[in-house]
């Protein structure tokens, strides 16, 4: 995926909708502020995501980080290479790391979080 | 956090332009890594890294009745120390509770205590406290020295070039003393926190930059890399070396914490002497390392259970990046401590199986002990 075309939540997580797919990542930011990854915790196929709930964990050796859902949904495909070896996502956020697929339950919803520039923008802000 | 409350070390602008992650640890900024984790980690197992140490509390002590007072106020045996000898103690309260543990280092001039930045006004008021007849000077050299340490099986190749005396004669435990650059004056120790070979050097703050470069410089044949307080502690899990707040307490006796062989009950009389007798004969737990399966990381507080019954708690956990496990010690019922023992560990609300393993997890240029 460009990042450009991408909708993200202020938690980081990207969203890529294709019909009433959407496709679900976290950012490089998000990816080169957590550092040292180890493993990723992902939900089974048939969950359902609640926006601003947890849905997995990823755990780096400094810290536990929660996953959070950027829109409501059900979990549709998982992407089991990421499970097996989180260094994809370290690798590749945008492309070979992306971790969930949802059929979400309102495509409008993507409309509500923020396009590339303005996560950008809100990420240049934030102390690191 | 605000930067501006906490204390800074003499090497703080540099951490700052060269992208240490900066954290409040003990009231003092620190850089938890400045690349990852995991390199740093790497680069003191395999070649040699750099850590700035100066937030630890050093406090000079010159007068003849020195002995007498530390003697009381520490568990091992200082009277001991022959000259440039340093021996690891502990500061226990009257109950046997642990103050700190400390590095305790005779010099040509009077001695030395490195204890930790978290327990240093403890450790100077119980001094203090119990001062009694002393009249010896205690003098808190923290804020106006800088103490670096070079760690990793290169660390006495890169320091070598910048001191006049061949480093190979200064054993392990021991201290010397030299001039740097011919103006600098610097305690050097072969002592660590990494379970590698290196040295800890204690400079006036003013040279802190100067050394650190050149150490930097010289080091850069070997691939050195400057690592954070992440690494530090990857470093003394991987070789079990305790970390006051986690496998040591006012709560965690020395003979539950495997460190034991630090306190001398027949030296004399000490403060917590009787209380730590006790504990002697009935530590009532053990520390224990223990492997997790799979790769989640069992943090301090999880608990240990065997049977559906709790039978200990983590004190330390991490994912090795050596040994490339999930990994964690922890004090436990002595029922269940012995190696091999199936147990398994609450993360997060999920139990993971797990099973006891030999401390330490890894020993210097040694097979992995834990992988069996």
């Not at chain 2, 660390?155 to 103006?183: C, I, N, V, W």
């Amino acid at each position: 995926m460009d990042p450009k075309t991408l909708k993200f939540a202020p938690s980081h997580e990207w969203v890529h909708l294709d019909g009433d797919v959407a496709t679900i990542g976290i950012s490089r930011f998000a990816v080169d502020q957590l550092t040292d990854l180890i493993v990723i915790d992902l939900p089974a196929v048939g969950t359902k995501l609640t926006p601003g709930k947890s849905f997995g964990e990823i755990e780096s050796v400094k810290a536990v980080s929660d996953l959070y859902a950027p829109i409501a949904g059900e979990v549709v495909e998982v992407n089991s290479a990421v499970s097996g070896n989180v260094q994809l996502l370290a690798e590749a956020p945008y492309t070979k790391g992306w971790l969930i697929k949802i059929r979400v339950d309102d495509p409008s919803a993507i409309d509500n979080l923020l396009d590339h520039d303005a996560y950008e923008r809100k990420v240049a802000e934030e102390p690191h | 956090m605000s930067v501006e409350d906490l204390l800074v070390t003499p090497l703080h602008a540099w951490h700052q332009s060269h992208g240490g992650k900066l954290v409040d640890f003990a009231g003092w900024a620190m850089p938890v890594q400045y690349s990852s984790i995991v390199e740093e980690h790497n680069a003191v197992r395999q070649r040699v890294g750099l850590f700035d140490i100066s937030h630890m509390g050093r406090l000079t002590f010159a007068g003849d009745d020195t002995i007498d007072w530390l003697e009381r106020l520490t568990t091992n045996h200082v009277a001991r120390l022959q000259p440039g000898q340093i021996q690891y103690s502990l500061m226990a309260n009257g109950g046997g509770g642990l103050l700190d543990d400390i590095l305790v280092y005779r010099l040509s001039h009077g001695y030395l205590v490195v204890c930790n930045a978290s327990n240093r006004s403890t450790v100077v008021d119980q001094l203090e406290r119990h001062r009694e007849a002393a009249v010896a000077q205690l003098v808190d050299r923290t804020l106006d020295t800088a103490m670096i340490a070079v760690q990793g099986p290169k660390a006495l190749e890169t320091f070598q070039p910048l001191f006049p005396a061949p480093l190979d004669s200064l054993k392990y435990y021991h201290a010397t003393m030299g001039r740097l650059f011919d103006s600098v004056d610097a305690v050097v120790s072969r002592t660590g926190y990494t379970g590698e070979d290196g040295l800890e050097l204690i400079v006036p703050a003013t040279e802190a930059e100067k050394v650190w470069n050149a150490l930097l410089e010289s080091g850069k044949t070997y691939g050195i890399l400057p690592c954070g307080l992440g690494a530090r502690d990857t470093l003394r899990f991987e070789a079990a070396m305790p970390l006051y707040g986690h496998e040591l307490s006012e709560t965690i006796n020395p003979y539950a914490a495997g460190v034991g062989w630090a306190v001398k009950l027949r030296k004399g009389e000490f403060i917590g002497r009787d209380a730590l007798e006790k504990f002697k004969a009935d530590p009532g737990q053990t520390r224990v390392g223990i492997r997790v399966e799979g790769k989640r990381i069992a943090r301090q507080g999880s608990i240990v259970r065997q049977g559906g019954q709790d039978v200990g708690l983590v004190t330390s956990g991490t994912f090795s990046p050596t040994l490339g496990l999930s990994l964690a010690m922890a004090l436990v019922d002595p029922a269940v401590s012995e190696i091999g023992t199936a147990l398994r560990v609450d993360v997060r609300g999920r139990e993971e199986p797990a099973e006891v393993v030999e401390l330490p997890f890894l020993r210097r240029s040694d097979s992995q002990v834990a992988a069996r």
